[in-house]
T-cell receptor
Framework: GENVEQHPSTLSVQEGDSAVIKCTYS??????FPWYKQELGKRPQLIID?????GEKKDQRIAVTLNKTAKHFSLHITETQPEDSAVYFC????????????FGGGTRVLVKP | DSGVTQTPKHLITATGQRVTLRCSPR?????VYWYQQSLDQGLQFLIQ???????AKGNILERFSAQQFPDLHSELNLSSLELGDSALYFC????????????FGQGTRLTVV
């Protein structure tokens, strides 16, 4: 089945700096790659997603890139702010696996003021 | 508010007992997913339903079962509970299966004592 690996597991950045989180997936049929943010004690919420027919997508300070050949995708957060502190999860969905969302292990991001 | 409702929010029960977690998806969503999140862990996929039928299954224990009813709400049944079953159980829903956003409920925190 699909396997999604996420790195790093923790990331500490200074406010204003950029943060990059990387994920790799195993199923070449995967065609949907969302990113979720989970604040402490709360539900995961979608922050951005990308489909396999697109290489890059941007939404204000957040961008995601996808390399289908290498089977990896990344989340970039620019000009980080303290409210960006949370756990971020990448995920992949494959029609070959019933379109279930398989999540990476998560990255705990701490933005230091 | 995501529109996905989970009840109860908290549940404390003893080992060996059986509990039922309930999920009402967003209006119009046909697909329901269940995830388990243990302390400081990622989101482990349990099971997915679409319009009443099971679509995908993860590493769900035999002691666990689920179903989606004609009105599209779903229930996750956990039996012969063990201390290790203590976790946050999330339900998510989406309009369909495939490359589409999944909305998470607030979760049910299960504590087995």
């Amino acid at each position: 089945g699909e396997n999604v690996e996420q790195h790093p597991s923790t990331l500490s950045v200074q406010e204003g700096d950029s943060a990059v989180i990387k994920c790799t997936y195993s199923d070449s049929a995967s065609n949907y790659f969302p990113w979720y943010k989970q604040e402490l004690g709360k539900r995961p919420q979608l922050i951005i997603d990308i489909r396999s027919n697109v290489g890059e997508k941007k939404d204000q300070r957040i961008a995601v890139t996808l390399n289908k050949t290498a089977k990896h995708f990344s989340l970039h957060i620019t000009e980080t702010q303290p409210e960006d502190s949370a756990v971020y999860f990448c995920a992949a969905s494959s029609p070959a696996a019933g379109n279930k969302l398989t999540f990476g292990g998560g990255t705990r991001v701490l933005v230091k003021p | 508010d995501s529109g996905v409702t989970q009840t109860p929010k908290h549940l404390i029960t003893a080992t060996g007992q059986r509990v039922t977690l309930r999920c009402s998806p967003r209006s119009g969503d046909l697909s329901v997913y269940w995830y388990q999140q243990s302390l400081d862990q990622g989101l482990q996929f349990l099971i997915q339903y679409y319009n009443g039928e099971e679509r995908a299954k993860g590493n769900i224990l035999e002691r666990f079962s689920a179903q989606q009813f004609p009105d599209l709400h779903s229930e996750l049944n956990l039996s012969s509970l063990e201390l290790g079953d203590s976790a946050l159980y999330f339900c998510a829903s989406s309009v369909t299966v495939g490359a589409t956003e999944a909305f998470f409920g607030q979760g049910t925190r299960l504590t087995v004592v």
